[in-house]
């Protein structure tokens, strides 16, 4: 697998997180990581490719459903 986990230590220092056509799924841990990320001013960038979330076999639209984006 070419995915790190995603961690609160990982993030530290950084303004925006950059996701290009993710082809996993996120653990609930990252998701609380990058939840915490956008909380305390974080930005996210997603790109996915056509066909989205299901096409790709990834679940980031859990997260981003949560902020309104879908």
Same mark, same amino acid.
């Given at each position: 697998?070419?995915?790190?986990?995603?961690?609160?230590?990982?993030?530290?220092?950084?303004?925006?997180?950059?996701?290009?056509?993710? !082809? @996993?799924?996120?653990?609930?841990?990252?998701?609380?990581?990058?939840?915490?990320? +956008? /909380?305390?001013? #974080?930005? *996210?960038?997603?790109?996915? !490719? @056509?066909?989205?979330?299901?096409?790709?076999?990834?679940?980031?639209?859990?997260? +981003? /459903?949560?902020? #309104?984006? *879908?």
């Amino acid at each position: 697998s070419l995915k790190d986990e995603i961690t609160s230590e990982k993030l530290f220092g950084v303004k925006l997180w950059i996701t290009a056509g993710p !082809r @996993e799924k996120f653990s609930a841990a990252e998701f609380l990581v990058l939840k915490k990320f +956008l /909380e305390d001013g #974080g930005a *996210i960038l997603v790109m996915l !490719r @056509e066909g989205g979330e299901s096409r790709s076999g990834t679940n980031i639209n859990f997260l +981003l /459903e949560e902020y #309104g984006i *879908i």
